[in-house]
């Protein structure tokens, strides 16, 4: 899902703007050996035809990666926008084509599915060049590496981070953001004693919201599913994921409603909650900033603030990056143009000048993000340090079943509600999961 999407998708629905433990595991990954460089000349008199997603890039920063493209190779591009509409199933018949788009602008959890159908071409080969020494976000880069193979390149990404009405924080004692659980929950003690009306909520959680909610999870060590041979094995129900999943409902059940339980984060709306002063603080991207203050006018950049979630574990909580990644279909006719021009969009100075300096977005890379803190805005800042860790859902073609049949919402809210255990809601997810995600074994 592409961090633009996702953002339409928060008002539709999560509110939502929608690796391994540490920030990528993939700016040097693969083999050390084998390994191809990009050519970036020969091209003149060629056509490169990109396809982008509508709203993900502006025509500013595609306009100065085509001049340096064009500069660089001789050969002119042909930019085409997509509706979301249907995009699927017109990017499965594209891909399909003798003449598919040379390069396409893909969300992140989309990459497996057009990998398995053999639409996109494996770019393993010129994984280093094309990381350019950066390491590459885990959550952009892990669900577009297929068995070990890449797939696609990271473009941009969007963070989940606590919002927080830091002007009631600090009517409760509250002055500076926490950098630690013991102090989250500290701080939230102190919110409940000063509003102790029933349905308010310190830190607004609902229950389905499992983007949320999977953080813990992988903050424990745990895992959605992990790949052992041509299997996937489910992994909910392991001793890391059950504590994981434990620390969720404790949390939830002491700083939420219990209204809260067993609904998503649309009903009622978490944004219009915030604005109305019935909690302190949600889980959102940056996105929501604006819409909180339009539902409240009153509630200015300065009576807000944001920080990433800290982690049980003693560092910040992985989150689930939305995102964009970067696809060159297999039966592309200009395979070097196009890694030509797909290298020039992830470059760091692209990456640095365009997608964290004039689009807002967070970068794809860790050395992205620390390079673009000096010029945040104290609002942004949360999220670009949120995103530094990150994971992801299981890069298989059969996520998406899944994530569309709520089972995982439900999972979450069951915990939360206290209509199944922890142990038994993981057993039931696991036994689906395992169905779902080997059923092209």
Not at 46 to 55: A, H, P, R
Not at 178 to 199: F, G, I, N, S, W
Not at 217 to 227: F, L, M, N, S, Y
Not at 288 to 308: H, R
Request: with cysteine.
């Amino acid at each position: 899902m592409t961090y633009r999407q996702g953002t339409l998708a928060a008002a539709l629905v999560l509110a939502l703007a929608g690796g391994l433990a540490a920030c990528g595991s993939a700016g040097n990954g693969g083999s050390s050996t084998d390994q191809r460089q990009v050519s970036a000349t020969g091209g003149k008199g060629g056509k490169l035809t990109v396809w982008v997603m509508d709203g993900d890039y502006s025509d500013a920063v595609l306009k100065a990666i085509d001049s340096r493209f064009t500069q660089q190779t001789g050969a002119k591009v042909s930019i085409q926008v997509q509706s979301w509409d249907d995009i699927t199933t017109k990017v499965t018949t594209a891909l399909s084509t003798a003449n598919p788009p040379d390069v396409l602008d893909i969300g992140n959890t989309q990459v497996a599915a057009f990998a398995a159908n053999g639409g996109l071409k494996d770019l393993t080969s010129y994984r280093e060049d094309l990381a350019q020494q950066q390491t590459w976000l885990a959550g952009l880069v892990d669900p577009a590496t297929v068995d070990g193979h890449l797939y696609g390149v990271p473009g941009f990404a969007g963070a989940r981070a606590v919002i927080y009405n830091k002007t009631m924080w600090a009517q409760a004692g509250v002055t500076k953001a926490p950098t630690t659980y013991a102090e989250l929950t500290a701080d939230l003690d102190k919110v409940r004693t000063a509003h102790p009306a029933k349905d308010f909520s310190p830190f607004y959680y609902p229950g389905q919201n499992w983007y949320a909610g999977i953080q813990y999870v992988w903050d424990a060590g745990g895992a959605i599913a992990t790949k052992k041979g041509s299997d996937w094995q489910p992994g909910l129900t392991s001793a890391a994921a059950q504590r994981g999943l434990r620390a969720f409902k404790a949390f939830q059940n002491a700083y939420s409603s219990p209204a809260s339980r067993t609904v998503d984060v649309l009903t009622p709306d978490q944004t219009q909650v915030l604005a109305d002063g019935k909690t302190s603080a949600i889980i959102a991207t940056s996105g929501f900033i604006a819409a909180i203050e339009k539902a409240n006018p009153k509630l200015t950049d300065s009576d807000l603030g944001t920080f990433p979630f800290p982690g049980t574990s003693g560092r910040n909580q992985p989150v689930f990056l939305g995102g964009s990644d970067w696809g060159i279909a297999a039966h592309s006719k200009n395979t070097e143009l196009a890694l030509a021009w797909t290298k020039i969009a992830a470059s760091p100075s692209v990456q640095s000048t365009w997608i964290a300096g004039k689009e807002g977005f967070i970068p794809n890379s860790s050395q992205g993000i620390t390079a673009a803190k000096a010029h945040l805005t104290a609002l942004n800042k949360g999220f670009f340090e949120a995103a530094l860790r990150s994971d992801a859902t299981p890069a298989s073609a059969d996520w998406a079943q899944i994530e569309g049949d709520k089972d995982i919402n439900s999972l979450f809210s069951s915990i939360a509600s206290g209509s199944k255990s922890p142990s038994t809601a993981a057993t039931a997810f696991d036994g689906a999961a395992s169905k779902v995600l080997n059923s092209g074994q």
